[in-house]
């Protein structure tokens, strides 16, 4: 039993805690032994219209007022407060998600890097001047164009990178001179208050992040469709996302939703190091990756070869407590996800599929399972498994490969392995996704690039310099000479 001492949370709004009746509170379950590891006060559609209310004020009367130089310091003072206290988030990762300690010290780092990188930015945000006199009658006048803050931002969050992904939302946005209403997953709030927490102490003014915490049926419309939110930021399901912009009319969108991402190992591809990098890149948080390797297609050349070297190198991951520092695979974040996977595999099965290993659950406990002699229209291919699930596909051609590749509503990041630079970009080229790597798993995040996919995959880039630029207006102010 992992033994804890029950954290008490609330939502925030205007920097001061709600409170509720009995009726309004929620228990925060570990995933991994079903122990409660927090209480939290729900908000309701009032709050909800508090707190944007409060960032709406805070906005005018701040955020938008405060010089870059400021913001900046705000956010590295941020950075260095997570940074001190990282086995604490660690720790509260590993209890409220099921994420094994040590890829949450990992997470923990990234979110660090993001405010960094945040920082460095606020004191980037420039125009510039257009040439007017490129045009009849436009001499004697100086154009100039200006960023400007939009304003307030709604965050709704994910359960699988509750805080590093609530930062790829809150540090761009303060970087620019926004506030922001925060709504994180209803199964890890812990963190996201922590956070909260740690941003008033760095000095971000009273009003500029407020926190909700509820339920998506009671709060979830009004952070959508409330007129003075200008931008809604979403991480999840696809949907989720299709319904939310919708409902969000002419307000800015970026939507971060599903995939199910291919990686093409060739016959001169390493492939010692595919085997290896996709252990981590398909079974990393239990498959709970929206870029998660999900399908590997190797050529015929290599298949056998690969098959065998990555089955190997998967029967040898540890699973089990989170919160043990060997452990290389937690829980899925519910036992109703966990069984819905199991169905998948046991209907693939069914239908023709082989196991190559894994496929037994247990709980929450779902083992890393490769599965060979599918087919394209197997969930395990065309949707996304979100969990510990991958099916590795022989092919022939480069042709034929990213035709399969491409064969998804979905289209994320891809991995390439190959030591055929021509190849590579051809490769490169012909894939539908917002990114590709090569010779890297699709897994592999860094959070200073543009981050963002295409069909279903959503709309709009994370990653900090590329984020900002959709969460400011452009004015153009003309000056006419004497």
């Not at 009726?23 to 944007?52: C, H, W, Y």
């Not at 991402?261 to 492939?271: K, L, Q, R, T």
């Not at 056998?304 to 998967?314: G, K, P, R, T």
């Not at 900002?468 to 153009?476: A, L, P, Q, V, Y």
């Given at each position: 039993?992992?033994?804890?001492?029950l954290?008490k949370?609330?939502s925030?709004?205007?920097g001061?805690?709600?409170t509720?009746t009995?009726?309004?509170?929620?228990?925060?379950?570990?995933?991994?032994?079903?122990e409660?590891v927090?209480?939290v006060?729900?908000a309701s559609?009032?709050?909800?219209?508090r707190a944007?209310?409060?960032?709406?004020?805070?906005?005018?009367?701040?955020?938008?007022?405060?010089?870059?130089?400021r913001?900046?310091?705000?956010l590295?003072k941020?950075?260095d407060l997570?940074?001190?206290?990282t086995?604490?988030?660690?720790r509260?990762?590993?209890?409220?998600?099921?994420?094994?300690?040590r890829?949450?010290?990992?997470?923990?780092?990234r979110?660090?890097?993001?405010?960094?990188?945040?920082?460095?930015?606020?004191?980037?945000?420039?125009g510039?001047?257009?040439?007017?006199d490129?045009?009849?009658?436009?001499?004697?006048?100086?154009?100039?164009?200006?960023?400007?803050?939009?304003?307030?931002l709604?965050?709704?969050t994910p359960?699988?990178?509750?805080?590093?992904?609530a930062?790829?939302k809150?540090?761009?946005?303060f970087?620019?001179?926004?506030?922001v209403?925060?709504?994180?997953?209803s199964k890890?709030?812990l963190?996201?208050?922590?956070?909260v927490?740690?941003?008033e102490?760095?000095?971000?003014?009273?009003?500029?992040l407020?926190?909700?915490i509820?339920n998506?049926?009671?709060?979830g419309?009004?952070l959508?469709t409330?007129?003075?939110?200008s931008k809604?930021?979403?991480?999840g399901?696809?949907?989720?996302?299709?319904?939310?912009r919708k409902?969000a009319?002419?307000?800015?969108?970026t939507?971060?939703?599903g995939?199910?991402?291919?990686?093409?190992?060739?016959?001169?591809g390493?492939?010692?190091?595919a085997a290896?990098g996709?252990?981590?890149?398909?079974?990393?948080?239990?498959?709970?990756?929206?870029i998660?390797?999900?399908?590997?297609?190797?050529?015929k050349?290599?298949?056998?070869?690969?098959l065998n070297?990555?089955?190997?190198?998967?029967?040898?991951?540890?699973?089990g407590?989170p919160m043990e520092?060997?452990t290389?695979?937690?829980?899925?974040?519910?036992?109703?996800e966990?069984?819905?996977?199991?169905?998948?595999?046991?209907?693939?099965?069914?239908a023709?599929?082989?196991?190559a290993?894994?496929?037994?659950?247990?709980g929450?406990?779902?083992?890393?399972?490769?599965l060979v002699?599918?087919?394209r229209?197997?969930?395990?291919v065309?949707?996304?498994?979100?969990a510990?699930i991958?099916?590795?596909?022989p092919?022939?051609?480069?042709e034929?490969?990213?035709?399969?590749a491409?064969?998804?509503?979905?289209?994320?990041?891809a991995?390439v392995?190959?030591s055929?630079?021509?190849?590579?970009?051809?490769?490169?080229?012909?894939?539908?996704t917002g990114?590709?790597?090569?010779?890297e798993?699709?897994t592999y995040?860094?959070?200073n690039y543009?981050?963002?996919?295409?069909?279903?995959?959503?709309?709009g880039?994370?990653?900090?310099k590329y984020?900002i630029?959709d969460m400011?207006?452009?004015k153009?102010?003309?000056?006419?000479?004497?």
């Amino acid at each position: 039993m992992i033994n804890v001492e029950l954290m008490k949370v609330t939502s925030l709004v205007d920097g001061k805690a709600i409170t509720q009746t009995e009726e309004k509170t929620m228990e925060v379950i570990s995933p991994f032994n079903k122990e409660v590891v927090g209480k939290v006060n729900l908000a309701s559609q009032e709050d909800a219209e508090r707190a944007i209310e409060s960032a709406h004020r805070a906005f005018h009367e701040t955020m938008k007022k405060m010089p870059a130089y400021r913001r900046a310091d705000i956010l590295r003072k941020t950075a260095d407060l997570l940074e001190e206290r990282t086995e604490e988030f660690a720790r509260i990762l590993g209890l409220e998600a099921g994420k094994p300690i040590r890829d949450g010290r990992g997470e923990v780092g990234r979110a660090v890097q993001v405010l960094r990188f945040a920082a460095d930015e606020a004191k980037k945000i420039e125009g510039e001047l257009v040439p007017m006199d490129a045009a009849v009658g436009g001499e004697n006048r100086i154009g100039m164009v200006r960023r400007h803050p939009i304003g307030v931002l709604s965050a709704i969050t994910p359960f699988n990178f509750p805080l590093n992904l609530a930062l790829h939302k809150l540090a761009p946005a303060f970087a620019a001179g926004n506030t922001v209403v925060l709504k994180p997953a209803s199964k890890t709030p812990l963190s996201a208050y922590m956070l909260v927490n740690l941003f008033e102490e760095a000095g971000l003014p009273e009003g500029a992040l407020n926190l909700v915490i509820g339920n998506g049926s009671e709060v979830g419309d009004i952070l959508v469709t409330d007129s003075r939110i200008s931008k809604v930021t979403f991480t999840g399901s696809p949907s989720v996302g299709i319904d939310l912009r919708k409902k969000a009319g002419l307000k800015k969108v970026t939507l971060e939703l599903g995939s199910n991402s291919p990686n093409i190992i060739f016959n001169d591809g390493d492939v010692n190091a595919a085997a290896a990098g996709l252990v981590r890149g398909a079974f990393a948080f239990s498959g709970q990756v929206c870029i998660s390797a999900q399908r590997i297609y190797v050529q015929k050349g290599v298949y056998q070869d690969f098959l065998n070297q990555y089955v190997s190198l998967v029967e040898k991951l540890v699973i089990g407590n989170p919160m043990e520092e060997n452990t290389d695979i937690g829980p899925m974040i519910s036992e109703k996800e966990a069984i819905r996977a199991h169905d998948w595999i046991t209907e693939a099965v069914k239908a023709g599929a082989r196991l190559a290993t894994g496929g037994n659950r247990e709980g929450t406990l779902l083992e890393p399972t490769v599965l060979v002699d599918v087919t394209r229209d197997m969930k395990v291919v065309c949707e996304e498994t979100f969990a510990p699930i991958v099916s590795v596909i022989p092919f022939d051609t480069e042709e034929e490969v990213i035709g399969m590749a491409n064969d998804s509503v979905f289209g994320l990041q891809a991995g390439v392995f190959t030591s055929d630079i021509n190849r590579a970009m051809r490769v490169a080229d012909g894939l539908e996704t917002g990114g590709v790597w090569i010779n890297e798993t699709s897994t592999y995040r860094q959070d200073n690039y543009p981050y963002g996919g295409v069909k279903l995959s959503g709309v709009g880039k994370e990653g900090v310099k590329y984020a900002i630029e959709d969460m400011t207006e452009i004015k153009f102010v003309g000056i006419k000479l004497g």
